[in-house]
């Protein structure tokens, strides 16, 4: 066995096979695996093998096609078979919902060029000749379905030796029987890996792939990784006499059939079936990690959980009545809180990436090491990752908390995901001190990081409640007057849940100029948008710098934002001790106070001067406001209306709201929500982190250059956005105006085409701009669509819409009401 490795990647399922043979890939032959019994061993080994290229999120589903990409030519590649059966996907739907869900996910399948048809009744029963269309309560009528001709079920164990092959074939060792029992780090900084047979392997980049292990391998490194499995069942059938039938009539193999609406799967299984259901009530296990005695075993079945499930697939297909069950399998499926995986570098130590959470790992199984292997080599990936960075959680996830949630994203992988859902566990569990304040005024809650935030409040009289939909919805109306009442008087929102640095020290000013791509203010009392790039000139994070007092920073970023930025700029910080760094996030609260009346409200409270001369737009003080001293008032707000955001003690929170709608009860202050936020915002082309600013796109393309120095010295990012000026900007930020509109807006992931129906761009936002009474969508399109005036169209829900460029911030474009 090797002693000392560039790579080392600790587990041999099919996520950590396929993560060596990427690095191989990638050029690295100087890299191992180890695999405490035997490669598959894990979960791998019993998995159903389905390929569903389906999924709502625009970064997994960019992984889910390369793996379907990669699994068809890997045979070739390795000559080793992978069963890789492309019988196509169908996906049934029995309610609008549903429908509109599957229209949802193709604007997200069109921009990333996933091949789908949305077909009728009648084309599912030609595809699936086996089915009942159904039209009673039992078996309700299928009204459509979704259906993906290019993917299928592979067997997994095949998968994951081929990719095992290519790596081998390549250079790199695989070492079975060798387990992982302690990690350290060595004088040299590198990982010293001892494993349970005795040797030590010593790496710069440890891998942990452990499937089910995650908890106990984070363990290892001191990391609470937040990934809990979940009992996960499939049933075996014996042969089906019609399915032999049908199959002997020259039938083709069926599509892998899902009833969403009924929460399970089917597939063909050597002239039988594989039924796997997402149950109610299947429970989380290995919280505290894998028993010794678990090893390669199962979990006994249970039959109670899956009996409705089995009658409903009876009622639909059948053909199930005719056959016995032959196998029970029920294993342990990895799940995170939202679902998705963990793919990226982990926090708080260096050179350790996750390749861990997979829930879908045998689909997953090829983007996440290709996506993984390049982060590791190249330092940054090819596309937006957000999704899946490890860092999106942070320290709230205890392990009461992951296992409520856990149970709950398994049970609900199939219901509607609707955009404006917010599930209930775990709930809540972080709150602004003035919470219950906000409840007393309807507030309706959601959450984010962990953070209760209010969506939206409902007026005495209104139910405080969401009807989820992908149109406008109940809160609609009361969403439009929040943000009419920031327009016209004034509102406070509770931004508490922004992540807040403190920059301190002789280094901070220059340490942080090399960080971002805007000057930092120099001059006490300034501030600047500022963003952080990765090497390629993606945007990574976006920060408001404030210079608050001599080598004294204030550094606000996005409230989901906070280990991934803390980790960022911790990860960055000077060895020499010039700059000291705080985390300050749970120890200030922020209120948004903004509207025309604003000045008048925060005049009542502080002797402050608040006149534009004393105290202009893009300027901060620190004041006392009210009784709360050290209060640091920013004159800039992401509502675009003439404001200030005032960032207090949070031991002043009740305080500072009682002293503000005392002073505003005349003037009609008013909570405002994040939904409204959002129509405020957009009225005013604000981009938001993660969604419309992503590594995906360089400032340049978000419009974003008055941000950028680009002569002012070295900072991360220059050369790439200099390569890019002088290659030309491929893609412009736009807002669009969408006309037509009665009951869907735009919400993000909808792609735009021109006038001859070329694909030329995607939106990244959209809602509706109730002050300007506009349907309205921001994105990007290629450069030469983003000219204001320019036509162009937008699918929504499978409508193609009307929608012209409109100039940057069409409310208020000359910001006479931020100034005034
Ligand atoms: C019943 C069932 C059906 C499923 N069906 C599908 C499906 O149809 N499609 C799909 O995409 N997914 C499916 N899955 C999920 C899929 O099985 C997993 O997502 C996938 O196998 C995860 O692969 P992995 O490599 O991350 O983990 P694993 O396969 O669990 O591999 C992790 C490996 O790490 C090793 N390890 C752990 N700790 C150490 C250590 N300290 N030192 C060395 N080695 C260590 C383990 O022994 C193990 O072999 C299903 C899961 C279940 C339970």
């Given at each position: 066995m090797k002693t000392h490795v560039r790579v080392l990647v600790i587990g041999g399922g099919a996520v950590g096979v396929s993560t060596l043979y990427h690095l191989t890939r990638k050029g690295l032959t100087d890299v191992a695996l180890i695999e405490?019994?035997?490669?598959?061993?894990?979960?791998?080994?019993?998995?159903?093998g389905l390929l569903p290229l389906?999924?709502?999120s625009y970064t997994v589903g960019q992984l889910h096609k390369y793996s379907v990409d990669l699994y068809k030519r890997l045979p070739a590649e390795t000559?080793?078979?992978?069963?890789?059966?492309?019988t196509g996907n169908l996906r049934l739907a029995t309610c609008r919902e549903r429908m509109d869900e599957y229209y949802k996910y193709c604007g997200t399948a069109n921009t990333i060029g996933v091949p789908f048809e949305v077909i009728t009744p009648q084309r599912v029963k030609e595809l699936w000749p086996l089915i009942e269309l159904g039209g009673d309560d039992?078996?309700?009528?299928?009204?459509g379905a979704l259906y993906h001709p290019d993917d299928g079920h592979i067997a997994p164990a095949d998968l994951t030796m081929a990719l095992r092959k290519g790596a081998r074939t390549a250079g790199a060792e695989i070492y079975e029987h060798t387990e992982a029992v302690a990690i350290e780090r060595t004088a040299s900084g590198e990982w010293r890996v001892r494993t349970a047979q005795g040797g030590d392997i010593t790496a710069e980049h440890l891998v942990l792939?452990?499937?089910?292990?995650a908890r106990q391998t984070g363990r290892l490194l001191g990391l609470n990784i937040p990934a809990i499995p979940v009992e996960h069942q499939y049933i075996v059938y014996d042969e089906s006499p019609e399915l032999k039938a049908y199959r002997q009539r020259g039938g083709r193999e069926l599509a892998v059939l899902r009833e969403s609406d009924k929460s399970y799967y089917l597939r063909e299984e050597r002239m039988g079936w594989i039924l796997g259901p997402y149950e109610r009530g299947a429970p989380a296990r290995f919280a505290d990690g894998v028993p010794e005695?678990?090893?390669r075993s199962l979990f006994p079945g249970d039959l109670d959980r899956l009996v409705p499930h089995v009658e409903a697939a009876t009622r639909r297909?059948?053909?199930?009545?005719h056959c016995g069950i032959k196998d029970v399998v029920n294993g342990p499926i990895s799940y995170t809180p939202d679902g998705s995986p963990l793919i990226g570098p982990a926090w708080d130590v260096r050179n350790v990436w996750l390749n861990e959470g997979h829930s879908f790992g045998i689909t997953a199984a090829g983007g996440a090491g290709w996506q993984l292997a390049e982060w590791i080599v190249?330092?940054?990936?090819?596309?937006?990752m957000l999704a899946v960075?490890?860092?999106?959680?942070?320290?709230?996830?205890?392990k009461r908390y992951v296992v409520k949630k856990n149970e709950e994203t398994y049970r609900n992988v199939f219901t509607v995901h609707f955009p404006d859902e917010e599930r209930p566990?775990?709930?809540?569990a972080k709150t602004s001190p003035v919470y219950d304040k906000l409840s007393a005024r309807g507030a309706v809650w959601g959450q984010r990081y962990g953070w209760e935030r209010a969506n939206w409040f409902a007026p005495?009289?209104?139910?405080?409640r969401d009807q989820w939909s992908f149109r406008r919805s109940n809160y609609f109306e009361h969403v439009g007057n929040e943000a009419r009442l920031m327009r016209e008087r004034v509102g406070v929102i509770d931004l508490t849940p922004f992540t807040k640095h403190e920059v301190q020290g002789p280094g901070a000013e220059s340490w942080l100029d090399g960080l971002v791509a805007n000057k930092v203010p120099t001059k006490t009392g300034r501030m600047a948008l500022s963003h952080a790039l990765t090497?390629?000139?993606?945007?990574r994070s976006e920060f408001t710098i404030t210079?608050?007092?001599?080598q004294h920073y204030y550094v606000v970023s996005a409230g989901a934002a906070e280990r991934y930025d803390s980790d960022y700029l911790c990860k960055s910080?000077?060895?020499?001790?010039?700059v000291v760094l705080r985390n300050i996030t749970n120890t200030r609260g922020c209120f948004v106070l903004a509207g025309p009346r604003s000045r008048d409200v925060l005049a009542q409270l502080t002797d402050t001067p608040l006149d534009n001369s004393a105290f202009p737009w893009l300027t901060a003080q620190v004041i006392e406001a009210g009784l709360a001293v050290d209060v640091y008032a920013l004159?800039?707000?992401?509502?675009?209306?003439?404001g200030w955001e005032l960032h207090f003690p949070i031991e002043y929170a009740h305080h500072l709201f009682d002293a503000l709608f005392e002073a505003g009860a005349p003037h009609g202050i008013g909570m405002v929500g994040m939904r409204a936020m959002e129509s405020l915002r957009l009225e005013k082309s604000y981009r938001m982190w993660g969604s419309d600013i992503t590594?995906?796109?360089t400032p340049f393309e978000a419009s974003l250059?008055?941000?950028?120095?680009?002569?002012?010295g070295a900072f991360i990012g220059r050369e790439a956005l200099e390569r890019q000026l002088s290659a030309g900007v491929p893609n412009r930020f736009v807002t669009l105006e969408v006309h037509?509109?009665?009951?869907a807006d735009p919400l993000g992931n909808e792609p735009l085409f021109d006038k001859a129906g070329r694909m030329i761009g995607r939106a990244t936002s959209g809602y509706y701009g109730h002050c300007l009474k506009k349907s309205l969508a921001i994105g990007y399109a290629r450069t030469e669509f983003a000219t204001p005036g320019t036509e162009l169209s937008i699918e929504i829900l499978g409508e193609r819409k009307r929608a012209t460029v409109l100039p940057?911030?069409?409310?208020d474009p000359e910001n006479l009401e931020l100034r005034a």
């Open positions: 405490r019994t035997e490669l598959t061993a894990g979960s791998t080994w019993h998995a159903a389906f999924n709502m000559g080793q078979d992978v069963s890789f059966h492309v039992d078996t309700p009528a299928i009204i792939a452990t499937g089910n292990y005695w678990f090893g297909v059948p053909a199930l009545e190249e330092g940054e990936p090819g596309i937006d960075d490890p860092r999106r959680f942070g320290p709230y996830t205890s566990e775990g709930r809540p005495p009289g209104v139910e405080r090497p390629r000139g993606g945007i210079k608050i007092a001599e910080l000077p060895a020499d001790g010039s004159r800039v707000n992401f509502v675009g209306s003439l590594p995906d796109y250059d008055r941000f950028v120095r680009i002569k002012k037509g509109v009665k009951d940057e911030s069409p409310y």
